[in-house]
């Protein structure tokens, strides 16, 4: 008993000190956001690398979750005879919570586990003791660069995938289900509002912070989920989780406070 | 000067070091000699700041490492150069990149001149046509050389080299040492060589150190050494020179 409640208590503080590790990491990479000198050359190549990384699975994944949700809806609308409010149903659903969500998820599992795989290595190679021994802050090489191209990429990946989706609910709508064209858009006019875009901004912009600090924070320290190539295979997949599960909660939160 | 104290470390129960001693002086080439696995590289990286020791204290011209701050510590590392073990260049990076990032980072030359520094260091070290390529795309032997080029290229006060030549053939081993007798000559720097090139390193070292079981159980010139009776540092030196 007196064994078990150690073990417990053991890993209580090991998290905590996780946590709190990660806390600070953050809160360095913050700082160094504001504090020259900066690194624009990095900051590029790293919105190239979310960009590219997540183009191609945004536009697939985004044009099924709104052909999906154009089905779901159009019968769940007709039993209340207002079908004709499919647009501005499929636009708010993709603009305020699924881009956004869906967006960071897929962008997770593309860039962010290759994020924390390439600075896993970079730890493993002692690339990043390179860095520290020539008396240069490793964090204003990986994690300051990542976190501001998220902050970038992420609206805008959003963005795309809120496009194609609403082009997707346009197909089933339109083409196979047989609505109006003119209603489909205009409706939406009517009903997306400026504070509903501006809700799935902020929303893109903090998963990029969560994404790219939670896959900077686990690549950087890879030395402690194992030693070589498992410790990053490690560190990937446990980037991938937290940063998922992250996502998703403070989803939950921001939707909740911000209404 | 660096002087090691009393280091101790061990990993999970491991006693890797037990108490080294050890005193570098200004200019010197000290080697550091001593079975694989025996910690010698994890010495070295107590002495860039890396770990931690369990016990003991490094001291760098006086000063305490593990008591200074991380301004102070940064003020030390911008004296050293160092060559790790497996090389440690940056994957993203060309090669001339990776050579001329010192340069780029800590200094604010004009572009012209960093081209101009690069392209001699990497001469240097005898490697051409490879500025284009990435780390990925060379030998294990030329990426060594690309470390040592981009240690050497901010002309620093102590060197360390982590077997700098282990894994090439004997005519770049050569040119490697002769490399560092001849930087060493010019700039006078203090440095720091594990080896294994026995007895090739005695030709470069002004002092060698032979680490076994945790601690420093010989240290002197080349010539100590090679006439030293414990029979563990006879045997080390004298099964590679047969
Ligand atoms: N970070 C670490 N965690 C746990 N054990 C370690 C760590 N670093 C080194 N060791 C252990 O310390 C011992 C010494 O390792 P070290 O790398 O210093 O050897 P070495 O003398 O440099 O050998 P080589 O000549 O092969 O490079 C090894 O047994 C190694 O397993
Ligand atoms: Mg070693």
Known sequence: ???????????????????????????????????????????????????????????????????????????????????????????????????????????????????????????????????????????????????????????????????????????????????????????????????????????????????????????????????GAEGVSKSTTEAVVMASVLILIWDYFIGSVLV | MIQIIGLEKSFDGQKVLQGVNMTIADREVVAIIGESGGGKTVLLRHMIGLMKPDKGSIMVDGADMLKMSKGELDKVRDRFGIVFQGSALFDSMTIFENVVFPLREKTDYAESDILDKGRRALEDVGLKGVDEKYPSEISGGMKRRVALARALILEPTTIFFDEPTTGLDPIILNSIHRLIINTHKKYGFTGIIISHEIPEIFAVADKVAMLYGGRIVASGTPDEIKSENDPVVKQFVGASCD
């Not at chain 1, 000190?17 to 020259?36: H, Q």
């Not at chain 1, 919570?97 to 997770?108: C, D, K, Q, R, Y």
């Not at chain 1, 609206?155 to 289900?177: E, Q």
Request: glycine letters at 10%.
């Open chain 1, 1 to 227: 008993m007196e064994k078990f409640i150690r073990i417990l208590g053991s890993r209580a503080l090991g998290t905590l000190r996780t946590m709190g590790k990660m806390v600070i990491f953050l809160a360095e990479s913050l700082y160094l956001i504001v504090v020259p000198p900066f690194k624009f050359r990095y900051l590029f190549r790293q919105i190239r690398f979310f960009g590219t990384k997540s183009l191609m699975v945004i536009l697939l994944t985004g044009a099924f979750t709104g052909m999906v949700l154009a089905i779901q809806l159009f019968y769940t609308l007709r039993k209340f005879g207002s079908d004709a409010l499919l647009g501005p149903a499929v636009a708010l659903a993709l603009i305020r919570e699924l881009g956004p969500v869906l967006s960071a998820l897929m962008i997770t599992g593309r860039a962010g586990s290759s994020l924390t795989a390439e600075i896993g290595i970079m730890r493993i190679s002692e690339q990043i003791d390179a860095l520290t021994t020539m008396a240069l802050n490793p964090l204003r090489y990986l994690s300051v660069p990542n976190i501001l191209a998220a902050v970038i990429a992420f609206p805008l990946l959003a963005a795309v995938y809120d496009v194609i989706g609403i082009y997707g609910g346009y197909l089933v709508g339109v083409k196979l289900l047989g609505m109006s064209s003119g209603t489909y858009f205009s409706q939406m006019e009517h009903f997306v509002e400026m504070s509903d875009i501006r809700m799935g901004i902020y929303k893109s912009v903090s998963f990029g912070v969560i994404v790219s600090w939670v896959s900077c924070f686990k690549g950087f320290y890879t030395n402690e989920s194992g030693y």
